[in-house]
């Protein structure tokens, strides 16, 4: 049984920086490309970035953003923990959004995510 739980978000202003989390049990993480996606109210689920597993990486881990987080957001993982991050800098009205996170090859269900709201 594959769990994985979002936290971190809340409510912060324009140009601060918030992590976010995505705990995962059951499975081992470090074998596992995961990405991160966001979902707006009003918009369908974005994709944000995603991370290379830690198996394949050979020369640092490959990771992609979109281009509008391109450059702001980092995408990191410690699979001591178990944990994937999402770290955002410099965030922006636009960034308003539920946050989940969900293992590329094997996309598991969707759960509540975590909420960031950005404020002017």
């Known amino acids: 049984q594959v769990q994985l739980v979002e936290s971190g978000g809340g409510e912060v202003q324009v140009g601060e920086s918030l992590t976010l989390s995505c705990a995962a049990s059951g499975i081992r993480f470090a074998d596992n490309m995961v990405d991160w996606y966001r979902q707006a109210p009003g918009k369908s689920r974005e994709f944000v970035a995603r991370i290379d597993s830690s198996s394949s990486a050979s020369s640092g881990l490959g990771t992609s953003y979109l281009d509008t987080v391109k450059g702001r957001f980092t995408i990191s993982r410690d699979d001591a923990k178990n944990v994937v991050y999402l770290q955002m800098n410099d965030l922006k009205l636009d960034d308003t959004a539920v946050y989940h996170c969900?293992?590329?090859?094997?996309?598991?269900?969707w759960g509540p995510g975590t909420q960031v709201t950005v404020s002017s």
């Open positions: 969900n293992l590329s090859a094997r996309v598991q269900r």
